[in-house]
């Protein structure tokens, strides 16, 4: 199974930012759709970003555009999440996962939850 290491929260104020980093274990991670997901507790996992492997398009949810920035580094085999004007509703747990599409993220997220994986890291957006 794909495995990584999440790296990069923290608490910050609320218009703060941070920069998350998703590093790829044991795989070269440029063959793979990269997608961040985040869950809050007490509520189902959501997707926030995916950067696709073919051409490096990407895709925000509504609740993160213009905020968010996703990026990939091939030569250091990391994925990154750029947040800024961080709001208290960005709290979460962050983790990502990986497909060769955009699309199988949602479905690898599923699974990596389900196995009790994925804890992350934590974002925690307070005053």
């Known amino acids: 199974q794909l495995q990584f290491v999440e790296s990069g929260g923290g608490l910050v104020q609320p218009g703060g930012s941070l920069r998350l980093s998703c590093a790829a274990s044991g795989f070269t991670l440029n063959n793979y759709a990269i997608g961040w997901f985040r869950q809050a507790p007490g509520k189902e996992h959501e997707g926030v970003s995916c950067i696709s492997s073919s051409d490096g398009t990407t895709y925000y949810a509504d609740s993160v555009k213009g905020r968010f920035t996703i990026s990939r580094d091939n030569a250091r085999n990391t994925v990154y999440l750029q947040m800024n004007n961080l709001k208290p509703e960005d709290t979460a747990a962050y983790f990502c996962?990986?497909?060769?599409?955009?699309?199988?993220?949602?479905?690898?997220?599923?699974?990596?939850?389900?196995?009790?994986r994925g804890q992350g890291t934590q974002v925690t957006v307070s005053s």
């Open positions: 996962a990986a497909d060769r599409t955009c699309q199988g993220t949602v479905v690898a997220a599923k699974r990596i939850r389900s196995d009790g």
